[in-house]
């Protein structure tokens, strides 16, 4: 409490808090609750390293500054260590800071001109009121001092009027939470309409309460109404609308409207074709909110429950790639496989210029699998133009760590769609090389500290705002759409390509793929490795098996404390 008391040094009204046994989040700081990194912000800030729950709630509401940045990180990360409800049990309890029991007296001001009635002092100055015992025990029992109005002014409404911003900017970026839990919402409601009577919300506070509440009933009817099929994609928090003159026409090639049954990558045009998929793309992007990421929960064995679009998002690109690769497989003369493989190079073109790096990747890991990167014969016989284009994207996408598609993405402006795959690692790397909680060597807590305080576990703040910082890149390009028609079949079409379909599993898909690849191009007797027996990984299984590398090294590492590159 350090930070607030000197602030009033120079009144000489020294500032009265609640006990700690009054108020939890009164607790003096010490390093059994709280340690600081060893530096501040760039306001002075004392950084948190790590915390336990309440003091890291007491922070976040702190009276006498705020940390907007710390905040944001604590909205992306907490669900790893606190749950919704728990969260906002603290944040009501925070914001009901009960009154020190030195100005709780038996006596009350009153005035002549205004019995009955009793407000928060509004002046330091102490007015002659004649002070009489109070008979209605309704009525609050504080002196107005000079002391009280410090206590009021100075930490119980900045206080307050904190836990209100954070409750706001919880319901504007993560409602989500209250979407998926009807019973939070409704406790937020209550405590915003003033908990049955018990909170009596000052003027200021009304107006927060009042556009908290404006902004739950227009989130309500976003979420309530059934959205229809979609014609323009549209931002994370409001649709686009630009005029008809900005929005392209789609384009046709031999395929025509409605024609699904004739869809293919050699009948639509390779623009539409690029453009549908990047709107398709996008959506499915900006549907992964920080819950299915926050923990690695993508990695875990429920990772279709925890991770429902992640993984909705991954598995449609493991279908795109091996659809393209079986495009290309099911072509039945060498020509239209030079004609496939010429528009898949077209299609990727498209990509780069949309900054679409997932469909880069999708369709860059078709051509990587191995019954397709064999084709040495149809690759020869392409133009010199896409050959040139093969090796350009294979340069930038072939390497292991992504550094090409990385230092593209930071050089380019949104919108965008970046391969969520460098996300990924990135997460498990930190989730490997960091715990949530931290053990210090603490002293045994008591029955009463536990009673009084809560729980006395660290938590790794330091983690949360490397994760933190990786899902605000994330969120950065969700906000950027783009500006083009979503084209109604071409969409279904995408959403629907099954190319596992008639085999019983992958490993019967991947036996297929590498049959007719030597059925169209057979083994040349010179060729020794001619019988190597090459898996084809897809992308999620790429995605693990990194994962489960950096889980295995990610930890050493950390022993060693040395900092790599990749972070």
């Not at 099954?498 to 191009?521: G, H, M, T, V, W």
Request: net charge positive; with cysteine; proline share 7%.
């Amino acid at each position: 409490m350090n930070e607030i008391s000197s602030k009033h040094d120079e009144s000489r009204i020294p500032l009265t808090i609640p006990s700690p046994e009054q108020y939890r989040f009164a607790e003096p700081d010490t390093e059994d609750n709280i340690v600081f990194e060893n530096y501040t912000s760039v306001f002075g800030n004392p950084i948190v390293r790590s915390a336990t729950l309440t003091k890291l709630v007491e922070r976040l509401t702190y009276p006498s500054y705020t940390d907007l940045e710390c905040i944001k990180m604590f909205m992306i990360t907490y669900r790893s260590f606190c749950s919704p409800p728990e969260l906002l049990s603290l944040l009501i309890e925070r914001f009901n800071v009960p009154t020190p029991k030195t100005f709780q007296q038996p006596y009350v001001t009153y005035n002549r001109s205004t019995v009955g009635y009793i407000s928060c002092i509004r002046s330091p100055v102490v007015r002659h009121t004649k002070v009489q015992p109070c008979l209605n025990k309704s009525y609050s029992l504080y002196y107005e001092t000079p002391a009280f109005y410090t206590f009021q002014n100075d930490y119980k409404q900045p206080i307050q009027l904190r836990v209100l911003a954070i409750l706001n900017l919880w319901v504007t970026y993560h409602y989500y939470d209250f979407t998926t839990n009807p019973t939070l919402l409704d406790r937020l409601k209550d405590f915003l309409n003033g908990d049955y009577g018990k909170i009596r919300f000052m003027p200021k506070q009304k107006v927060w309460c009042e556009k908290i509440q404006e902004k739950i009933k227009k989130k309500q009817e976003v979420y309530d109404i059934v959205p229809p099929t979609p014609t323009l994609t549209n931002s994370s928090t409001e649709a686009r609308s630009p005029t008809q003159k900005n929005i392209p026409k789609t384009l046709w090639d031999r395929a025509k409207p409605g024609q699904i049954e004739r869809y293919h990558l050699k009948s639509l045009h390779p623009v539409e074709i690029a453009r549908q998929l990047t709107l398709l793309h996008f959506s499915m992007y900006r549907a992964i909110k920080p819950p299915e990421l926050v923990g690695a929960v993508f990695n875990q064995s429920d990772k279709h429950v925890r991770s429902p679009q992640l993984q909705k998002f991954i598995d449609h690109i493991n279908d795109l790639s091996f659809w393209v690769a079986r495009c290309i497989i099911e072509a039945e003369t060498l020509k239209e496989r030079i004609g496939l493989l010429s528009r898949i190079l077209e299609v990727m073109t498209e990509f780069e210029k949309l900054n679409n790096f997932t469909g880069l990747m999708a369709f860059f890991s078709a051509l990587s699998l191995q019954p397709i990167y064999r084709l040495s014969e149809t690759k020869s016989k392409l133009v010199k133009k896409s050959r040139e284009q093969l090796a350009n994207f294979t340069k930038v996408l072939s390497d292991a760590h992504h550094k090409g598609i990385i230092e593209r993405l930071h050089s380019i402006n949104p919108p965008c769609v970046p391969f969520f795959g460098i996300y990924l690692s990135k997460i498990v790397f930190v989730e490997a090389g960091y715990s949530t909680f931290v053990k210090l060597n603490q002293r045994p807590p008591t029955d009463k500290d536990a009673e009084i305080y809560g729980s006395r576990q660290h938590i790794s703040f330091k983690k949360c705002r490397r994760i933190g910082r990786i899902i605000r890149e994330i969120q950065m390009y969700q906000d950027q759409p783009y500006m083009y028609v979503v084209e109604p079949t071409i969409r279904k079409f995408f959403e629907n390509i099954r190319p596992l379909n008639n085999f019983r599993n992958q490993q019967e898909f991947e036996d297929y793929l590498y049959a007719q690849s030597y059925k169209i191009e057979p083994v040349s007797p010179n060729n020794k490795f001619a019988n190597r027996s090459v898996k084809v990984h897809s992308q999620a299984e790429k995605v693990e098996m990194v994962a489960a590398n950096l889980e295995k090294t990610g930890r050493d590492i950390f022993k060693k404390k040395i900092r790599t590159k990749f972070l």
